[in-house]
């Protein structure tokens, strides 16, 4: 079982920049494939980016080029930046880790206004 917990959320102006981190306890984090994902008032919980144990990454069309994830197995943390934040982009940003069952963390708000 592994207990993840974000950090590095808050407020930022349009075109701003953030970076979220989540960090993990337990064992075999660097077997798990690891996740963001959003969810904005009245929608529903979409992933963002998304890297594998290889590292092999993903992200959802609405971020590419602005957002990146990365993984640091050695400190069990895995990473989004986010650059070039928009006020779409406000939303509670979940980290998620996934190897033979799903788990969630808390939840940090983002969120894009001038």
């Known amino acids: 079982q592994v207990q993840l917990v974000e950090s590095g959320g808050g407020l930022v102006q349009p075109g701003g920049s953030l970076r979220l981190s989540c960090a993990a306890s337990g064992s075999n984090f660097s077997r798990y494939r690891m996740g963001w994902y959003r969810q904005a008032p009245g929608k529903q919980r979409e992933l963002v980016a998304a890297i594998t144990s290889d590292s092999t990454t993903m992200y959802a069309d609405s971020v590419k080029g602005r957002f990146t994830i990365s993984r640091d197995n050695a400190k069990n943390t895995v990473y989004l930046q986010l650059n070039s934040l928009k006020p779409e982009d406000t939303a509670v940003y979940y980290c998620?880790?996934?190897?033979?069952?799903?788990?969630w963390g808390q939840g940090t708000q983002v969120t894009v206004s001038s």
């Open positions: 998620n880790g996934r190897l033979y069952y799903d788990y």
